[in-house]
């Protein structure tokens, strides 16, 4: 059952009604550009203003959540083309800000996914947000529709069901013919599922449509402009906002970015995978080398990979694994882990998503050069390497029941599934991919196999569903405000060139690059969060060709001020912790991105 304003509210947490500031007229035509200046941009379409406009605006009856927060439900339309038909309901989180004399409005969140929750980013807000922020803005997450708080999207009528269709999916990626057959086999099933059972919502959880809600949203809070931040995915939500709603701007930016035409796949590129579209693997790959080139060039004392070549480590133990799995026994509990060839390349993906992760991927490296070779080591470092990597085999084990496939309901693959099979197009048949994602490794080794699957489930002939209102372009709107695209250098999961490519496109932005490492810019050093705080309270852009680095730079000791790694807590933590007090140390923010590999070796 959907979690309900009633049902929350009866866990003895009283109503709050917003005073909100005051609403600009639906479909009001822009004077100003959010900070002043004159408007000049493009108009909202009148068919997708008639849609938004038509649904009154929520009152948001917020009541007391988490300590530090305030939450609410609303419920909003399944379709806009029916403001008055079936509704789905929608959760909202929101942390004030510290200043309301001097508050700006609100500032709406999402760290990505697809399929992340914008409630939980914005009740981690004071581990992350800078000071200027927590104090100028109310942080306002939402959960997607099909996400998280919000009203749950169910592909399968029961865990059991589910669990039987998911039966292919427990590897990384498949590498062997017999695990591909059973990879095919369980994408098809699952998209069949979510074609039938999963709806109608699974017709109703295109990007257009949480942008839609995140518009009627902000009228709801009182502001008369958006104010947004995403990242990852989160940044073709805040390029389909700009573009759908170009005269309602105050200020987008998009860290991490995705190239909105590369992930819906137009004219003949529908029929390609979108990773081919994407090149996420690409960017893996170039950031992968040049850790490896920078291992070489700082030592064996700095590297344990340099006494040799380091990219020939790592394409030794990548071929021990493709022949033969290696299992590895605990030897304080006696379990055992069998760790794949997918398993390697899914760990050294996570590694890196972090700044930190190049330490994770020659330290797992050695230890496997040890462990598929133990003539080559002696007994004490055969023992330790065997005791790093069952400890962080049980630690992956850990967090991955944590969030199995078992009871209750986990829809997480479905939330993903459910927003990118609908939003974009795919090849036709699951029974290509293996073809196709060979290809993509040819061209980006490792990772090109592992972020080709990802999207299996979204063959066209066994993903029926679709969103009739679905937004497929165009992304050359000018908005009313510049739009901040800021884009890493070495970024795993969006490549480089989408920051690139999506400035191209938008007339009214600025390109923000970042030679950091790890996924998206914020946080990682003072230059690009400074950048973008900047943009959000004051509306002054960096200088055209602006270059961050980051703090963390691979085998050199951390600038002074590096924030740590991720905020990964849940909700419940964070409600248990105080918040780091003004001056204090931030973190990286949560970012999520569709992480495919989930093997013996991944700790995310």
Known sequence: MPRTTRSLAAAGIAGIVLAGTAVAPAGAAPTTAGFGRPATSDRTDPVEARRVDSVPTPKLDWYACYGTAECATVQLPLDYDKPKGATTEVAVLRVKARDQKNRIGSLFVNPGGPGGSGTDLALAAPYFLGDDLLDRFDIVGVDPRGVAA????????????QTKAYAGLNVAFPWTKAEEQAYVASSKAIGKACSST?????????????????EVLRRAVGDQKLSYLGFSY??????????MFPDRVRAVVVDGVLNPNAWVGQGKARNQLQETRLASADGAYAALREILKRCASAGPQACPLATGDPVAAVETVAKRLRKKPLVIEDPDTGETYPVSYADYVGAMLSGLYSPYGYSDIVGITADLLVLTDPATATAARRAQARTALAHRAATAATQQARRGYDFPYNNSLETFLGVDCTDAYHPKDAGSWPALAAKEDARAPYFGRLWAWATSPCARNTWTVRDSDAYTGSFDKRTSAPVLVVGNYWDPATNYQGAVTSAALLPNSRLLSSDNWGHTAYGTSACATGAIEAYLIKGTLPAKGKVCVGDVQPFAEPAAGAAGDRVTVTKDDLARRAAPARGEQKRLPPVVAPLPAVGTLTVR
């Open 234 to 243: 989160g940044t073709a939500l805040g390029q389909y906002y700009a573009n």
């Open 150 to 161: 919000s009203e749950n999207v169910r592909c399968f009528p029961s865990v059991k069901e």
């Open 198 to 214: 999963g709806k109608p919502l699974t017709g109703a959880m295109s990007t257009a449509e949480v942008a839609r809600d995140m």
